[in-house]
């Protein structure tokens, strides 16, 4: 008998399988990666060997996958496992079970490795198209479970700043590799699996977003930014926050009251309906308003769940509507180079309404 959590991912692919017929795709090839964790219950080991699910659009499924990884596979109920061994030539088994099904038209995901994408283009005359639309978007609208989840994965990043916040000490002396030390520590201790990145940005070092961190030792009166990710139970959260040595200049305390107005303003607009490029426009104008449009280098936000980033993308460009259930961050930031910067990540999710 199946599992409850097996028969959610039954029920994932047999969504999926009436997606691909309402896109006229014959089948689906899903790479290692965070969609195959959605549509199997299982963190793929992703290496050089050839690891896919395939989907049919009448709903039958297959896992390929090295025989020496069969044990992980073996018991997903509803999935047909085959496997091949070193020596062989795994692309020639995708191919024949390509064949069998009668596949035309193949949505591929990124997560599926190029050159298997590529030894299969040299067959048979058949078009292979973006998985986006069938496989990537099916993860965007979280189920209960997963709002769930990721309401604990945030509770879990809170509890790490507090605890950082109540033992790290005064920041002035110290370096940035210490505290990024420091917060890995208490990741660890909370019960984050997974580290994604620790980024630590003191003073002028804050300006560069993907700051990792350094030996730079800390002044006095300096504005440090945090940004640090990681999954919990299976689920990411991710936060970005800023914390001062002293007492802030006059003008950097009015740059992170602008940025956090621009956020709070974005957090209003989200609801159902809005688009994804109208989120990020009006936290946008607000900072451009303010004359730092040009130090908004960024998109507001991305989609946050069995990945760090995934879809909704935050982002000009994109005029996805907005449904109850998505999960993403919001996270303006000004960065002034040669001085200091300022951004402040929160992650929200869609209500019916609005968002919370």
Known sequence: MATEVQKVMQDRRAALAER???ESVDLAIIGPGANFSYF????PISTERLLALLVTANGSCQLIAPELQAPLYNDIAGVQLATWRDGEQPADLLLEQ???CKAQRIAVNDEFYSGFLLALQAGEDRQFVSGERTIDAARAVKQDHEISALARAAEAIDETWQQFCASCGPLAGQSEF???TRLQQLMQRVGFSEISWIDVGAGANGASPLHHGSDYVIGADEPVVFDFAGCFDGYYGDICRVALTGTPPD???ALYDLVLSAQ???CRAVRPGVSAQQIDAVARQQIADGGFGDYFTHRIGHGIGLAAHESPWIVAGNPQPLA???AFSLEPGVYIPGRWGVRIEDILVVTAQASR
Do not use: H
């Open 324 to 326: 109850a259930g998505m």
């Open 264 to 266: 709070q303003t974005a």
């Open 178 to 180: 210490a505290l990024r």
């Open 40 to 43: 199997t219950g299982r963190r």
């Open 251 to 253: 003008e950097y305390q």
């Open 20 to 22: 691909l017929r309402t």
């Open 98 to 100: 390509i064949t069998a």
